[in-house]
């Protein structure tokens, strides 16, 4: 459940790094330019006042001559009044754009940077962070800008407008018992203590809104989620029949939009109709509060109106609270889930963990003492120790969850739960090549070469291996964008991957399980060209298949051995360790002998 009171701290942190950022001197700039045009609506909102009680007086006194003055003056204070309006909108919405960019870039970097979006999607510590980052940012610049400079204007106006209240508004008297009692200014006291107790009956009203709004901006993310799912997997839905399941699925989403929903409707019915019947009450309620003295002369009509006027004014800036809060509600529910994002990434740069990656000149990747755990801290393996050399053919093979994978990503410097250290040469090049690849949205050019730019390699390279690996019918769309994961098959899509790896030409390349979706004639042949096209390169492969096998020189075998309690003393996880020898020959590699 989110709190509901403001931390000033969290959103500080989140709101300041901009106005300290290289961009400072044009967002103070900015910032100031808007200020000043906010400054000068309340400027002009004073003189539309003086002009209320002028432009009346000479209705009341029929005075022609001063009436058309005053219908000059107002035209012209009229377009200027429109004029900085237009232009505080569009400098406020520049401000927002430059700011919303400049934090986009910031949080972008740091959820990219030491893979702290893997991290996090681990350990599950922020929900839906492609939201916080393309909404919730969002609204932390438009809220922030809109209800500042809201309230900015509303203390400006409460200032410029409380002296001239006081003054033609006058005293009132009034009989207590036998005492007659006055009350100078007393608009001021009616205006002050009627936004009261309104803000007061408001806030009270619409207070569950902040975290009725935070939790629907997380369900909205979730259920937009579900569906991204469903077109991501539309074949394997499709093939299973799960159509139905996809539908309870996405429909128990759905639901708790509508719940939270209806909470929210229910809540705003009765907001709405707190600040409505406060909004229009407050059009008359000057008018009674100044009725006896204008009824016994002692204000003209034009004083009545001016009194009219700037109590609105008054009122309306003391009721700062009541207008906005609904995008305070929502805006505060934003600098809630951003400020969880924040400590989520912070958190996840700062864990370094127990398995320190770093580089050495030896020539090879040593591994020392290492032991490696799973992200709630129960134990995986035993303590491992082992070296990969320069054009070694290493298989890791083992049963299911015995941590083959988990080693793998741990040398790739992703895995850091556990102990131990790994020593990578420092101008070696490593590739992974996963059972699944990535192939991002884009020209196909530019998916065969990620993570490179797209020209980094020429087309007749890529069109060579695309032969070699049996990919012909690619050859002519290399500049045809397309979600290539969706567009290919399994097969394909490793295949595509040995191509990335021919042409990135590493000095070690690592394989989980990315021969698999092949047939084992197809699966010999891209390891028979990993062989011939990269000689000199380090292959390790982690592998279920026996077939795979034949093509390595050393075995790495994942074995059980002692058994350790985990996090809770009924649970007890089997400890694996590494036994090193060759490969089984198969009749294949005996054929090659």
Sequence with gaps: ???????????????????????????????????????????????????????YNALETK???????????????????????IYRIYLTQSLQMRWRMWLTKQYMARWLTHQAYYRIEQTHTADN????????????????????????SSV?????????????????SFMLGTQEMTVPGYMVWFAIAY?????????????????????????EADFRFGLIRVRENAEAVALYRGEAEESVQLQGRFQRIRDNWWGIMRTTKSLNLVSTFYSQFANIFPFLMAAPRYFSGAITLGGLMQISSAFGQVQGALSWFISAFSDLA?????????????????????????????????????????????????PLTSSLSADIQR????????????????LIRAIAGIWLYGNGGIEIPHQWKLLFLPQKSYLPITTLRAAVAYPASESSYTDLAIQYYFDLCRLPHLKQQLDQVDNWSQRLSPGEQQRVAFVRALLTRPDALFMDEASSALDTETEELMYQLILQELPEAAMISVAHRESVASHHDI?????????????????????????????????RSRERG
């Design 391 to 406: 054009g070694q053919r290493i298989l890791i093979a083992g049963p299911s969850g015995c941590g083959k994978s988990t």
């Design 195 to 219: 936004a009261g107790i309104g803000s007061l009956v408001v806030g009270w009203v619409g207070w569950p809104l902040i975290g009725k709004n935070f939790y629907q901006q997380r369900f």
């Design 156 to 172: 400006v106006t409460l200032v410029s407008f409380i002296g001239i209240l006081w003054s033609v508004s006058g005293p009132i």
């Design 129 to 152: 962070p492609d939201q916080r980052i393309a909404e919730d940012l969002n609204f932390l610049t438009s809220g922030s800008l809109s209800l500042s400079l809201g309230l900015l």
């Design 1 to 55: 459940m989110p709190k509901e009171s403001i931390n000033w701290r969290a959103v500080w942190r989140l709101i300041q790094p901009y106005w300290v950022s290289e961009e400072k001197w044009r967002a103070r700039g900015l910032l100031l330019t808007i200020v000043a045009l906010a400054l000068g609506m309340v400027y002009l909102e004073v003189l539309f006042n003086t002009w209320n009680r002028e432009f």
């Design 555 to 587: 075995r790495w075998q994942f074995v059980a051995g002692e058994t350790a309690a985990g996090n809770h003393e009924e649970t007890q996880r089997t400890l694996y360790t590494i036994q090193f020898g060759k490969p089984a020959k198969t009749s």
């Design 330 to 378: 929502a805006w505060k529910a934003s600098v809630n889930r951003l400020a969880g994002f924040h400590a989520a990434v912070e958190t996840a740069h700062a864990d370094a963990g127990g398995v320190t990656v770093t580089v050495n000149n030896v020539g090879a990747i040593l591994i020392e003492n290492l032991k490696l755990d799973l992200p709630d801290g129960q």
């Design 63 to 85: 005075n022609y001559k001063v009436f058309t003055e005053q219908l000059w003056r107002f035209s012209y204070l009229a377009f200027i009044f429109i004029a900085v309006a």
